[in-house]
T-cell receptor, first 114, second 111 residues
Framework: DVKVTQSSRYLVKRTGEKVFLECVQD?????MFWYRQDPGLGLRLIYF???????EKGDIPEGYSVSREKKERFSLILESASTNQTSMYLC?????????????FGSGTRLTVV | KNQVEQSPQSLIILEGKNCTLQ??????????LRWYKQDTGRGPVSLTI?????NTKSNGRYTATLDADTKQSSLHITASQLSDSASYIC??????????FGTGTRLLVSP
């Protein structure tokens, strides 16, 4: 089974802190994604990466950056956390072919910024 | 504008009963449609994948239908169980592999 692992289930940070959310996948997928999920808004794409060291802005990239130095790891960075970034963050990876074709989501990180 | 609308927003049913969740999508170009189940505090897990040429697809007690003409899909759950309590998210994929998410239906199965 494809595994997408997010390092923290719950995180509480203070306003202004720099926050790192880590995501690791074990199936050699090229594509990885970061979404945030808020009640009534569904999942919204923050950033995605087609391959190592490549990144593309999604629909709501403001206040976020990403890093993909290795194929299996995709990090989301909140440079200076703000209360409106309190949300559920979901990482996903995608296989373009083969038995695990499609998207696989991680379990999510619920971030609270106080 | 690409969008996916789901109804109802929330639903409570008794254990053992059936229910149907609805999804209307406006996505162009359309590639395929998926239903995901998301347990509280967890990530979404894929239930079904349907292309425009498929009308019905089943996964155990879950049956999804797709009407590409009316751009509607439904997810039917048979003989509901307590473990079916979750949010169900309809996701439309465009021809450019962009995902358009619905906001989900929150289902509560009551004993």
């Amino acid at each position: 089974d494809v595994k997408v692992t997010q390092s923290s289930r719950y995180l509480v940070k203070r306003t202004g802190e720099k926050v790192f959310l880590e995501c690791v996948q074990d199936m050699d997928h090229e594509n990885m994604f970061w979404y945030r999920q808020d009640p009534g808004l569904g999942l919204r794409l923050i950033y995605f990466s087609y391959d190592v060291k490549m990144k593309e802005k999604g629909d709501i990239p403001e206040g976020y950056s990403v890093s993909r130095e290795k194929k299996e790891r995709f990090s989301l960075i909140l440079e200076s956390a703000s209360t409106n970034q309190t949300s559920m963050y979901l990482c996903a990876s995608r296989a373009l072919r083969g038995p695990s074709y499609g998207y696989t989501f991680g379990s999510g990180t619920r971030l609270t910024v106080v | 504008k690409n969008q996916v609308e789901q109804s109802p927003q929330s639903l409570i049913i008794l254990e053992g009963k059936n229910c149907t969740l609805q999804c209307n999508y406006t996505v162009s170009p359309f590639s395929n449609l998926r239903w995901y189940k998301q347990d509280t505090g967890r990530g979404p897990v894929s239930l079904t994948i349907m292309t425009f040429s498929e009308n019905t697809k089943s996964n155990g007690r879950y049956t999804a239908t797709l009407d590409a003409d009316t751009k509607q899909s439904s997810l039917h759950i048979t003989a509901s169980q307590l473990s079916d309590s979750a949010s169900y998210i309809c996701v439309a994929f465009t021809g450019f592999q962009k995902l358009v998410f619905g906001t989900g239906t929150r289902l509560l199965v009551s004993p």
